[in-house]
């Protein structure tokens, strides 16, 4: 990414029409999902060690982004999954954004970072762009996109923003959760009109507001689960110009009409991630009949699938 | 740390009563604030690199734990800061945990993570203890406690409380934060009695009621910053047996009067941080006059006063 790149929003909506869908592929190596041959390769090469383990995820993941690449605009990786290899994994982080960026593909870090002031900045300076210490160049993830969370305010979002404002890159803000506790604290009721959601949402807007690309769209998005059918009614209609990441589809039992709704009039402004339902196609699901041997097929067939239902699903009428 | 290990509190309790002073030193490590030396030192090493810089902030901070390692009974180091410094910097992070523990000191991940399900447990498995995959051992950072963001709700915050309490450790949720603008969203007013930051504590205080330790707290904690006097006494009497981390003493401004309304009648149940006011005491703040080529014992001094300065205040009468 260099300074002063085209506007996330602008560039998100490019690759979308490039590749037909508002699809995100997540990528969450889950270990005991991974085709055996790949750690069989890996231990060869390195044992059986804790580096053979991450070759392994590693080998697995980077042959997923080729399979998935001709048919989604972007991925997201989960930072988490990597985290949980050990101290090395964030070096495998790095090395699967830097794949994907090759393949032409968006890369949305799901990170879901928060902090105050400058330890929020040296979050950022982990994510977009690079930075000089005593001559040395120190590289980030230069990811296009990130999650972080709103729970201590405007100021630990800000410096997320304005660091990747000027990388052209952008965030999405946490409004409505995919999962079932999401309600717990979301969707408690204020003395003033609304929710706890409502009043993230209106911030959200208000910080995306002077940022608005030629699509109409701003750099702060939103994630909105797929779970919730008036809640994404709702906040569709709160923050207007902002663009939503909807997670939740496949596994997690996101709702057709819920996903509709994140979307506008004109099937625009959102994109739909889905994660162990492509990646992990063949270990668990619907096409768990390829079998092992077949993995790369059975991920094939389900982001054929996927692009298929979501770029159907955008296309249809919204509900009035 | 093994399964079944003490109850964190307790093991707090005991470190805070050898060292003498309920507080916890930072590490925040300013690649702008670490002595020129350590810099000269690495690039010989490493070359002007930047495998080279994170050495140059290795080496600090492990100088930075021996020197502190005798005042206090915790460290608190923040993941930011070494993401910061690339691809590589997670590495640094599990550097400087194991060195902590070599020096008996109990680590607490300032890492403020926060998901759903699976990922929360993914997440956790970065933290705490060690898993096997494949035969493999992957290692974690195997720290005593980490802070974790609510905001995503209960179900996302469950998965690192019964990771950790299955090693002895524990967990801090965020409350009330230390930044100007932590009452954004923290305190809007709820239609039902209180202020989100209220229900928050409410939740805190019922996760941690199976779990309470022989001192009389639990093994789930609470943040609540040293900036907000009257906040600090309301979630002191909201969460009666929740041990409290403090941030935001030194240079965010922290009073003495938030700081001692965090603790119970008795002088215990909290424990107060600072970051920058020691590890760069040279480069900052009052002690700068002792100038880089003293900047160890500017950290000795700074350290030493803020033991004095706590342990004063938390042996003071507590307010009516």
Known sequence: MENNAAHYADRL??????????ICAGIDPRPEWIPQSFYDDAF????????????AVRGFCLEVLEIVAPHVPAVKPQAAFFEALGSGGWDDYF????????????????VKRGDIGSTAEAYAHALFG??????????????????????????SVVP????????????????????????????LELKQDGALVDEVARKIDAWGSESVGECGYSDVGAVVGATHVEAAQHLRKLMPRTPFLVPGWGAQGGHAAAVRACFDADGKGAIVNSSRGVMHAYASGPLKDFGE????????????????????????????
Chains 1, 2 share one sequence.
């Open 13 to 22: 909506e490019a690759a979308i029409q490039a590749k037909g869908a508002p």
């Open 130 to 155: 690079e930075r000089e210490i005593k001559g040395v160049k120190l590289e980030s993830a230069h990811v296009d996109c990130a999650t972080i969370n709103p729970y201590l305010g405007g100021d």
């Open 95 to 110: 090395a699967i954004c830097a794949k994907a960026r090759e393949l032409g593909l968006l890369v949305i870090a799901d």
């Open 293 to 320: 041997e077949h993995w790369k097929e059975a991920v094939e067939q389900a982001v054929k699938t996927f692009h298929a239902e979501i770029s159907q699903l955008a296309s249809e009428p919204a509900a009035p």
């Open 160 to 187: 997320f923003i304005e660091r990747a404002r000027t990388h052209g890159a952008g965030i999405y803000v946490l409004a409505r959760t995919s999962n079932k506790g999401s309600a717990e604290f979301q969707q």
């Open 44 to 55: 060869k090469q390195h044992g059986q060690t804790p580096l053979g383990v991450r070759a």
